[in-house]
């Protein structure tokens, strides 16, 4: 069976996995319709980047977690600095 064969265990394993990132964002929309809880609405945007994510090669998700990292590390030297001046 080659690596290909939608029947192939990993092929299974990664489509069950993307179906369960797929239901977290719709059961995270459907939660957050009518709320106007910012974390409600953040929840949405996490799943939906997760379940987006899922369909990439491992190296376009490497770069995005480097990227979120440098985004992270930015807003926290901004923080500190802040601190510092402030």
Known sequence: MSNLDPRH???EGVKAYRTMLFDRWVTA???AAHS???AD???VAEAYTQFMRAHLVP???EHLALEDEI???TAENQRLQGRHDG
């Open 36 to 38: 106007d809880d910012i």
């Open 41 to 43: 609405h953040r929840a």
């Open 29 to 31: 929309k459907r939660e």
């Open 59 to 61: 190296s376009e998700r």
């Open 71 to 73: 985004v992270r590390l």
């Open 9 to 11: 265990p990993v092929v």
